[in-house]
Structure formats: C-alpha cells, structure tokens
C-alpha cells in the first residue's frame, strides 16, 4: 500500500521559511498522477494549498501565491513545499496528498492517499 511520509514542519517567526518534503513509499508506477499539500488549522475545513502532476502542470492557492513553490522530484519519489515569507496565518497542519489518474487540483476530495500530516506554526 502506498505510504506518505511528511517532515520539515515546526515552528518558525513571521516572515521566517520553510521547506516541508512528503516521501512516497509504496507506490506504483501510473502515466499520470496528482501531489499536492493540503492545510488545516483548528476548527477550519481542509484547504488546498499547491498541487502537481508528473507532466508539470501545478496550482496554488491565492492565499499563498508568491510565496510558496511546489516541486516534485519523481526520481526520489517526494514532493516539496518551499514556503517563503510565512505569517501567521499560515500555522496550520500541513498533509500530503496523492491520487492516481488525474491531473493537479486543489480538491481534497479528490485524493484517496494521504500522510499523517507535519505541524507548522507561524507566530508573530
């Protein structure tokens, strides 16, 4: 079964960096598919945060455009968050995502393979 193991949260200043990375293990080989990041903070619904497929294509929320870059390195089979000029607002859980088939979106009901998570804390 396919695993997904986060790491690279903590806690970090305003304005600080960070730059979280999600490990696949497990997996199997398909033409296409989507990894993404996905946040949650207490009390709020998951939102997506940046996702990508194996042919490039990506998306980013607006509330972290500018700031946060994803990039997938298939050969080590992990995927990347680099987030830049972090704020408060962006302390939340952070999940990796993955789904086989489909191309990148931000929908989380879209993805059928999650990690347990990595906590980001932003404090100002």
């Known amino acids: 079964q396919l695993q997904l193991m986060e790491s690279g949260g903590g806690s970090v200043q305003a304005g600080g960096s960070l730059r979280l990375s999600c490990t696949a293990f497990?997996?199997?080989?398909?033409?296409?598919?989507?990894m993404g990041w996905f946040r949650q903070a207490p009390g709020k619904e998951r939102e997506g945060v940046a996702t990508?497929?194996?042919?490039?294509?990506?998306r980013v929320a607006n509330s972290v455009k500018g700031r946060f870059t994803i990039s997938l390195d298939n050969a080590k089979n992990t995927l990347y968050l680099q987030m830049n000029s972090l704020k408060p607002e962006d302390t939340a859980m952070y999940y990796c995502?993955?789904?086989?088939?489909?191309?990148?979106?931000?929908?989380?009901?879209?993805?059928?393979?999650w990690g347990q998570g990595t906590q980001v804390t932003v404090s100002s």
């Open positions: 995502a993955k789904d086989y088939g489909r191309g990148t979106s931000l929908l989380s009901d879209e993805y059928k393979h």
């Open positions: 497990g997996g199997f080989t398909y033409n296409i598919y989507a």
């Open positions: 990508i497929d194996n042919y490039g294509n990506f």
